[in-house]
């Protein structure tokens, strides 16, 4: 029994498993199949792997950046509620827990033995279970598992210097650093994790009136400031007041953050978000003389409570289909012109198959659509609506009523990328909105209700924008997304590669390269 953090790669004890099962495990978490709740249980088959086991359970750690030890009882409940459903005689686990930076071995061997000693007593069938043993391959471990040992001994048995492998094959996730930037009560707790491993955390008191003061200079001097020169200046500027808050306030205690993403300049990183700090503008934050999301490949994470829908397999095929849905009510001029000439350059790529709804376009009209074709990517331009009474029901505005996340879950077909440029009210034709007092940020919650709904539902992945941006920009910037799609790069390289298109072409002065976020993984590729 080995077990798993959301959103990360097998690795210690996983990752030995991991290679014995071929890469099942890593498969598996690279589509999304292993997220889920603290405590959730998984079972593996592992009849023809090179294991003494015939199944392999992994435990459920949740989101690292929660990771909580008084909860390691409740694993040690999980694994003996498994065994006894399944009337399973013989276990052998790792100590859950001790991989991590907040506990050390032997309390969470205390922990989790609680846990499982406790249920022995109480859940049915439990008394099937007649040997646990605990494996350690660090020596060094070992007389701390013995020290929180409730009873007992500890046999121990030399471990071979090294596993059997089976090779490794399929989607696997690559290298990447994640950053989690959530708030625990109040204050704020910033996690670093490497590939795979869990290596550093820190908190410090939540800065709530600096983020303030992040939205009210960006609208201030950014979205309503009429220069271009001081736009530009004034983004890196916020950039480096957000970065020296959140990720280098001297309380975190953590210095090695920008070494390691200087070491991996133009590589993969994800920020992992709460409610609290989805909102801020990390595509902006400005580390060591660039943006973060100019000089890696970035993508944001949002916590999801709840396990949803397994994102679809890719299908095989060279053809990049592409369901374009823009302006369905009517209303929206600047929309339907983004639909027409997102159309138009699809239909100039090669290898590309491209439905057009526009104008007047109804709930069946895309329900059919998503009921007959299997669509790579959904482009919606148009309204998000959102309810304020707060029952989930945001969504994309179609002519006759609202589509919703939960409305996509149900299709037959689900697009595995949606791509959103979704607004309130019409935009103008200037860049700065018509009334100064005017909310630039206008459609920023509907976008996190529906990345979430989007995201369960079993959608890989989403880009939309944080305020209204520019209609030019907007186009040059989705030209360019969907030119890379189809060359076969990643997502979280596609989308770089539109942030530097916005600036060739408009100006570092046009905010409409930071304006879009990428929710999901960023190693994604489509073809």
């Known amino acids: 029994m080995v077990n798993h953090f959301n959103g990360l790669t097998p690795s210690g004890a996983e990752g030995a498993v991991d290679r014995c099962l071929g890469g099942a495990i890593s498969r598996r978490a690279a589509r999304g199949e292993m997220d889920g709740r603290f405590g959730a249980t998984t079972f593996l088959p592992a009849v023809s792997a090179l294991l003494a086991a015939e199944a392999i359970l992994v435990l459920g750690l ?18 003996v509620e498994a065994v006894a459903a399944l009337g399973i005689k013989d276990v052998a686990t790792v100590v859950h827990g001790a991989g991590t930076t907040t506990v050390d071995a032997e309390t969470a061997t205390r922990l989790f033995l609680t846990g499982v000693r406790e249920a022995l007593a109480t859940v049915p069938g439990a008394d099937c279970l007649r040997e646990l043993t605990i494996v350690e391959r660090d020596p060094d471990k070992v007389p701390a598992i013995r ?22 094959d399929g989607d696997v996730v690559p290298w990447h650093l994640r950053i989690g930037i959530t708030r625990a009560g109040s204050g704020l707790k910033v996690t670093v994790i490497g590939h795979g491993s869990f290596d550093v955390a820190g908190e410090c008191p939540y800065p709530a009136d600096e983020a303030t003061r992040v939205f009210r200079t960006l609208r201030d001097e950014v979205l309503h400031a009429g220069e271009a020169s001081q736009r530009a200046e004034a983004l890196a500027s916020i950039g480096h007041q957000l970065a020296e808050t959140f990720l280098r306030a001297p309380e975190l205690n953590l210095p090695g953050l920008a070494e390691q993403l200087k070491e991996r300049a133009g590589g993969y990183v994800i920020v992992r978000l709460d409610r609290w700090t989805v909102d801020l503008p990390w595509e902006i934050a400005f580390l060591d003389g660039g943006f973060l999301s100019r000089t890696h490949l970035l993508s944001r994470q949002l916590e999801i409570n709840s ?55 109804s709930y069946a009209d895309v329900s059919r659509e998503l009921d007959t074709t299997r669509y790579d990517v959904l482009h919606y331009a148009g309204h998000a609506r959102f309810d304020a009474a707060g029952h989930g029901r945001g969504g994309f505005a179609l002519a006759d009523e609202l589509l919703t996340a939960e409305d996509l879950s149900t299709r037959r077909y689900l697009p595995r990328v949606v791509f959103a440029n979704a607004c309130q009210s019409a935009r103008t034709q200037d860049f700065a909105p018509a009334r100064a007092e ?29 305020w209204d941006v520019d209609d030019a920009a907007a186009r040059t910037f989705a030209g360019t997304f969907y030119t890379g799609l189809r060359e076969g790069a990643s997502i979280g390289a596609v989308v770089a590669r539109a942030r530097e298109a916005v600036i060739t072409s408009h100006g570092p002065g046009q905010p409409a390269w930071a304006g879009y976020a990428l929710y999901g993984s960023p190693w994604l590729r489509l073809l």
Do not use: C, W, Y
């Open 147 to 168: 020290r929180g040992l409730p009873v007992g001994g500890l046999a121990v048995r030399p471990a071979p210097s090294q596993s059997p492998a089976a090779p490794v």
């Open 438 to 466: 005017a909310n630039p940020f206008a459609g920023g919650t509907q976008t996190i209700d529906l990345v979430t709904g989007l995201l369960r539902a079993g959608v890989r992945a989403f880009v939309g924008s944080m």
């Open 62 to 79: 949740g989101e690292p950046e929660k990771f909580a030890p008084d909860r390691l009882p409740e694993l040690g409940a999980a694994l």
């Open 307 to 361: 396990p949803g829908r397994p994102a679809p397999p890719a299908p095989t095929g060279e053809t990049l289909n592409v369901l374009v849905v823009g302006d369905p009510i009517g209303d929206l001029p600047a929309a339907r012109q983004e639909a027409e000439a997102v159309t138009e350059r699809l239909r100039a790529l090669p290898h590309v198959a491209v439905t057009s709804l526009v104008h007047g376009v």
